[in-house]
């Protein structure tokens, strides 16, 4: 029998996401309570419910794609009783296997990533955090990294669903690891964005050309993917946004989100992440600054003392 996936939140991630569902041949019904985010989605292919609950109807496989934590628990509580009681009436405990699945893919805080996955086990359905890299272009071309979180039975029936959505779908361990992975990630991401745009900066004071560093530190230990596959410098690699004004990529608002989320858990943990603070400290000015909608990269401008604003 065909999966049926309940698709909620179809914003810039989640539209192309479950398009790619659809494409790949499950039965993708999605929701989002934006009319026009709604429409976008179904001129990409995807089947639109009025309400979670419509998506959700018949549904073995609910996927969410949403903001923050918040929205996240608010719709799971919202579907999990129902789903519940609808697909297993009171006859013994030990079908978990024939539970619904439940997988967040939105980038979230461990701990609302916890109650969630708290939630799902009490109610008898399986659930996956499976926050993605690869930002709107990997949604659309079905090239998303997953990270995931929940036990290894939970992961081993999310997987086939995720590769309709992704090229790399990797298990990081129990509930909340693969948040905990997504944002020890775009920590070092966020930090090496920031050197790598000091290192031009100060090149160019130096009057070392962009060439020329880039050539050393590209084949040097200064390498990184920030340098080689994104630099913040214009013109030296093919799919940087600053070759295009900065335009998104990844918006600076995004990534001040995941290095906030990062010095949360590190504060939970009581883990010492200095660069990590400083990073956020520095985007949460670049962004305060008017470009939270700028690509990430562009903090280069603000380092070079040039912002628009
Ligand atoms: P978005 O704002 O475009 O989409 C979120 C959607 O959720 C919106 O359309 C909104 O209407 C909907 N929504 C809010 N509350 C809802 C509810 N109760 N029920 C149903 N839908 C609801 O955001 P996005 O860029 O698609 O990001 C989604 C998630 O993915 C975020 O957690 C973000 O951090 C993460 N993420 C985004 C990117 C990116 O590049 N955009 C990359 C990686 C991860």
Same mark, same amino acid.
């Given at each position: 029998?065909?999966?049926?996936?309940?698709f909620i939140?179809?914003?810039?991630?989640?539209?192309?996401m479950?398009a790619?569902?659809?494409?790949?041949?499950?039965d993708?019904?999605g929701?989002?309570?934006?009319?026009?985010?709604? *429409?976008s989605?179904?001129?990409?292919g995807?089947?639109?419910?009025?309400?979670?609950r419509?998506?959700?109807?018949g549904?073995?496989v609910?996927?969410?794609?949403?903001p923050?934590?918040?929205?996240?628990l608010? &719709?799971w509580?919202?579907l999990?009783p129902?789903? &519940?009681?609808?697909g297993?009436?009171?006859q013994?405990t030990?079908?978990?296997?024939e539970?619904?699945?439940?997988?967040?893919?939105?980038?979230?805080?461990? *701990?609302s990533a916890?109650?969630?996955?708290?939630m799902a086990?009490?109610a008898?359905?399986?659930?996956?955090?499976?926050?993605v890299?690869?930002?709107?272009?990997g949604?659309?071309?079905g090239?998303?990294?997953?990270?995931?979180g929940?036990?290894?039975?939970?992961f081993?029936?999310?997987?086939p669903?995720?590769?309709a959505m992704?090229?790399t779908?990797?298990?990081?361990?129990?509930?909340g690891?693969g948040?905990?992975?997504?944002?020890?990630n775009?920590?070092m991401?966020?930090?090496a964005?920031i050197?790598?745009s000091?290192?031009? &900066?100060?090149?160019?004071?130096?009057?070392?050309?962009?060439?020329?560093?880039f050539?050393v530190?590209?084949?040097?230990s200064g390498?990184?993917?920030?340098?080689t596959?994104y630099?913040?410098a214009?013109?030296?690699?093919?799919?940087?946004?600053?070759?295009?004004?900065?335009k998104?990529?990844?918006?600076?608002a995004?990534m001040?989100?995941?290095?906030?989320?990062?010095?949360?858990?590190?504060?939970?943990?009581?883990?010492?992440?200095?660069?990590g603070?400083?990073?956020?400290?520095l985007y949460a000015l670049? &962004?305060?600054?008017g470009?939270?909608g700028?690509d990430f990269s562009?903090v280069?401008?603000?380092?070079r003392?040039?912002?628009r604003?």
């Amino acid at each position: 029998m065909m999966t049926r996936i309940a698709f909620i939140g179809l914003g810039n991630m989640g539209g192309p996401m479950a398009a790619n569902l659809a494409r790949a041949g499950y039965d993708a019904r999605g929701f989002d309570p934006l009319a026009a985010v709604r *429409d976008s989605a179904e001129e990409a292919g995807v089947k639109v419910a009025a309400s979670a609950r419509e998506a959700m109807a018949g549904a073995d496989v609910v996927i969410t794609m949403l903001p923050a934590g918040a929205h996240v628990l608010s &719709v799971w509580s919202d579907l999990l009783p129902h789903e &519940v009681s609808k697909g297993r009436p009171s006859q013994g405990t030990d079908d978990a296997t024939e539970g619904a699945l439940f997988i967040d893919c939105s980038t979230i805080d461990i *701990d609302s990533a916890r109650r969630a996955h708290d939630m799902a086990r009490v109610a008898g359905a399986r659930s996956v955090d499976a926050p993605v890299s690869g930002g709107v272009t990997g949604a659309k071309a079905g090239t998303l990294t997953f990270m995931c979180g929940g036990d290894a039975a939970a992961f081993a029936a999310a997987k086939p669903i995720l590769e309709a959505m992704g090229k790399t779908v990797l298990y990081c361990g129990g509930p909340g690891l693969g948040q905990a992975a997504k944002i020890c990630n775009n920590m070092m991401l966020g930090v090496a964005m920031i050197v790598t745009s000091e290192a031009f &900066v100060l090149a160019e004071k130096l009057g070392l050309s962009h060439q020329a560093l880039f050539d050393v530190a590209s084949v040097s230990s200064g390498q990184s993917w920030s340098l080689t596959s994104y630099c913040p410098a214009a013109g030296l690699t093919p799919a940087s946004p600053a070759n295009n004004g900065y335009k998104p990529g990844f918006m600076a608002a995004l990534m001040l989100k995941d290095l906030r989320l990062a010095q949360e858990a590190a504060a939970g943990v009581g883990a010492s992440t200095p660069l990590g603070a400083m990073a956020a400290q520095l985007y949460a000015l670049y &962004v305060a600054s008017g470009e939270g909608g700028s690509d990430f990269s562009g903090v280069i401008e603000m380092i070079r003392g040039k912002l628009r604003n």
